[in-house]
């Protein structure tokens, strides 16, 4: 079975690694199942854990629109 390399991660690509993961499977199971090499599965965890460290610091982080400073 051929895999995707160079291949886009959709949103259900995402949605199934997380998915997995979160079931304890093995970075290597993934890659099986999702068709991707450990290496791409591990990268794209890297990415996704990224977003969601900075999507949170947004979240944490106060904006102070309009404000003057004299």
Known sequence: ??????TK???EDDRRL???RSA???TRSIGLALRRSSSAIEGRL???KARA???????LTPVNR???ID
């Not at 079975?1 to 160079?6: R, T, W």
């Not at 460290?53 to 979240?59: M, N, T």
Request: hydrophobic share 30%.
């Open 18 to 20: 997380l998915q997995l």
């Open 46 to 48: 890297g990415v996704l």
């Open 9 to 11: 991660w959709t949103e």
């Open 66 to 68: 309009g404000a003057v």
């Open 24 to 26: 304890g499977k093995s």
């Open 53 to 59: 460290r900075d999507k949170k610091r947004e979240q």
């Open 1 to 6: 079975m051929p895999l995707k390399s160079n």
